[in-house]
């Protein structure tokens, strides 16, 4: 059964602290493994990854997916309370043309 | 501000009703998707269409279905409404192979 799983559920941190989400993945025929944030309705897209070992960055977010071991983290530095939201990970698969979401990290930023 | 737009954005039925829910993709994409969001889950693929045809399926009973239009706007419909069917629903569009534009979504609460 194709599943990706996201760990923690939930963490809270304080500002400035960085933080790692996990992504792992198991999807027949995987393209590509995405990242959202949800604050309260449309997710929004943060960042799409293909290949193995390539970082992408966008400020103080970072992700890496690994291929091989069938994982992606996503770093957020420096965070701040607008980070506060749920992080959805979803692997896309060629077959069927859909997306498996995990059931997201939920990120609390306290001042 | 995204360039999907969905309505109604809430909507309240009572078990066994009948709804529709609707989609205008971001311009210049030919897919949409729809997706279910149940509260503290990731979102559940329903179905995909693709130049007016569905395109993929996930485990949703056919009593879910849809529509897409030349100009790519799209439908949900859902017959006989459940309890269970409340949840955020997703409209995403997409040019094929690449990351989603998610709507606001609506929320449909049956009682």
């Known amino acids: 059964e194709d599943k990706v799983v996201q760990s923690p559920l939930s963490l809270v941190v304080h500002e400035g602290d960085t933080v790692t989400l996990n992504c792992s993945y198991e999807v027949t025929n995987f393209r590509s493994l995405l990242w959202y944030k949800q604050e309260k309705k449309a997710p929004t897209f943060l960042f799409m990854l293909?290949?193995?070992?390539i970082e992408k960055k966008s400020g103080r977010l970072s992700s890496i997916l690994d291929k091989k071991e069938l994982f992606s983290i996503l770093n957020i530095t420096a965070t701040q309370t607008g980070d506060s939201a749920v992080y959805l990970c979803?692997?896309?698969?060629?077959?069927?043309?859909?997306?498996?979401f995990g059931t997201g990290t939920s990120l609390t930023v306290i001042p | 501000e995204t360039g999907v737009t969905q309505s109604p954005t809430h909507l309240i039925k009572t078990r066994g009703q009948q709804v529709t829910l609707r989609c205008s993709s971001q311009s210049g994409h030919n897919t949409v998707s729809w997706y279910q969001q149940a509260l503290g889950q990731g979102p559940q693929f329903i179905f995909q269409y693709y130049r007016e045809e569905e395109n993929g399926r996930g485990n949703f009973p056919p009593r879910f279905s849809g529509l897409q239009f030349p100009n790519y706007s799209s439908e949900l419909n859902v017959n006989a409404l459940e309890l269970d069917d409340s949840a955020l629903y997703l409209c995403?569009?997409?040019?094929?192979?690449?990351?989603?534009?998610f709507g606001s979504g609506t929320r449909l609460t049956v009682v």
């Open positions: 995403a569009s997409s040019l094929v192979g690449y990351g989603y534009t």
């Open positions: 979803a692997a896309l698969s060629n077959t069927g043309n859909q997306f498996y």
């Open positions: 293909t290949s193995s070992g």
